[in-house]
């Protein structure tokens, strides 16, 4: 997240189960007030509170909903700045471990998917935007015949079976 976000204050130093927590209480919260609302009886003394609530859930489910692939544009930018090249890390992204690498200014995440495990050319994923929409390359970090395979379609099929 980036820290100039106007999301920043409310997230940037929250886990995400505290998030899920706010975006649970805000829903709870609009709840009550639109059930306040539709009884057209007295606004509670806690009107401004859960419409704060309320607000807060709401920013949170939607900064969520635009980074459910776990990876912001600021993020990525990050990663860049800090690795060197030839430097291996363990990159941590939707609920999986991987080994990320930088060769030649371009980060790269080791292949471990086991739809690959015969696609011996496939070696390395290019992580170079957020929406998983990359290319496959070999261990010289050259593309390959599977890198037409975006890793949103999945592993290349054998046609041959």
Known sequence: LEPDAQEYDLIGNQTYNQLINLVIEGNDAATILHHATRSSGPISSDHDALSTKATKGSIVKHFLDRTSHQLTQYGLTVLHEYLKDGQLVV????????????????????????????????????????????????????????????TSAGPPTDTNN
Not at 108 to 135: C, H, N, R
């Open 91 to 150: 990159f941590f992204r939707n609920n999986h471990f991987n080994t990320l690498t930088k060769h030649n200014g371009l980060l790269y995440l080791l292949v471990t998917d086991f739809g690959y495990a015969d696609v011996p050319s496939v070696v390395w994923e290019k992580l170079d935007v957020i929406d998983g929409d990359t290319e496959f390359v070999n261990e010289a970090f050259k593309p390959t015949p599977a890198s037409s395979h975006s």
